[in-house]
């Protein structure tokens, strides 16, 4: 996998558009954590990457209500009912 910075041209402030270009990474470094599991033998290395590929779930979730402001702490304040 390799990671790549957009370009100056390409760079934007619109936060959702950053927060989705990085989700993009934690799935796939979730998939190879998962992948990587049926390659090695050590119990602790298998609890390690599955755990980590754990981890890597919670952060894609996040990411993802981010995106959609489905999580309390990601709404806008404007759309909270009694904040205006």
């Not at 979730?30 to 754990?54: G, M, Q, R, Y």
């Amino acid at each position: 996998m390799e990671i790549t910075i957009q370009e100056k041209g390409q760079a934007t402030s619109d936060a959702k558009e950053h927060a989705q270009h990085i989700e993009k990474y934690i799935t796939a470094l979730k998939n190879l954590c998962h992948d990587e599991i049926k390659f090695v033998s050590d119990p602790k290395a298998k609890a390690l990457f599955e755990t980590s590929a754990e981890v890597m779930n919670g952060l894609e979730k996040a990411f993802s209500d981010f995106q959609s402001e489905n999580e309390g702490a990601w709404v806008n304040d404007e759309n909270r009912p009694g904040l205006q």
